[in-house]
T-cell receptor, first 113, second 112 residues
Framework: GESVGLHLPTLSVQEGDNSIINCAYSNSASDYFIWYKQESGKGPQFIIDIRSNMDKRQGQRVTVLLNKTVKHLSLQIAATQPGDSAVYFCAENGNFGNEKLTFGTGTRLTIIP | DTAVSQTPKYLVTQMGNDKSIKCEQNLGHDTMYWYKQDSKKFLKIMFSYNNKELIINETVPNRFSPKSPDKAHLNLHINSLELGDSAVYFC???????????FGQGTRLTVV
């Protein structure tokens, strides 16, 4: 069955360093991926997305890499700041046009001052 | 100016009670969702409505009944609440055909 999972449940990074959060998925038909950030007491917030016809996409301080061969994507956050502390989720949409998102288990990112 | 708003933010109730959570979005979206997040932060879709029509209905007990009076509102009614229903429930919305969903702040439901 389809599933989206993360390699590491927790990650601690020194402020100013770069963070890399990983995600594995099993549905080879997945064609759209989103990274969400969830701060304590809030709902998930869209960070960046990528379609399966791309292998890299950059935003402001964030980069998403997609490796369809091994069904893996990652979120890179450059120069982490205290405000980056949150739980990060990858989510996949198995069929673009069907709005159902399947979420991974989440990685808690803690920024050490 | 909140985009997706849900009420109440916190809900504590006894087993067996019936409760409702309301959701409204002012983004002009035509698709709305309910997600459930358990104590381990796992997020799972429950329902999706497009223009008041149910389009996604995951394996959810029929004690849960969504109602969409119009495309800007999607309420969730839960009958005969059980301890296992304790979770954070998120409402979300998007445009039809786009999976990028915008989430509300969540309703923390505690059943005692």
């Amino acid at each position: 069955g389809e599933s989206v999972g993360l390699h590491l449940p927790t990650l601690s990074v020194q402020e100013g360093d770069n963070s890399i959060i990983n995600c594995a998925y099993s549905n080879s038909a997945s064609d759209y991926f989103i990274w969400y950030k969830q701060e304590s007491g809030k709902g998930p917030q869209f960070i960046i997305d990528i379609r399966s016809n791309m292998d890299k996409r950059q935003g402001q301080r964030v980069t998403v890499l997609l490796n369809k061969t091994v069904k893996h994507l990652s979120l890179q956050i450059a120069a982490t700041q205290p405000g980056d502390s949150a739980v990060y989720f990858c989510a996949e949409n198995g069929n673009f046009g069907n709005e159902k998102l399947t979420f991974g288990t989440g990685t808690r990112l803690t920024i050490i001052p | 100016d909140t985009a997706v708003s849900q009420t109440p933010k916190y809900l504590v109730t006894q087993m067996g009670n019936d409760k409702s959570i309301k959701c409204e979005q002012n983004l002009g979206h035509d698709t709305m969702y309910w997600y459930k997040q358990d104590s381990k932060k796992f997020l799972k879709i429950m329902f999706s409505y497009n223009n008041k029509e149910l389009i996604i209905n995951e394996t959810v007990p029929n004690r849960f009944s969504p109602k969409s009076p119009d495309k800007a509102h999607l309420n969730l009614h839960i009958n005969s609440l059980e301890l296992g229903d304790s979770a954070v429930y998120f409402c979300a919305s998007s445009l039809r055909g786009r999976a990028e969903a915008f989430f509300g702040q969540g309703t923390r439901l505690t059943v005692v």
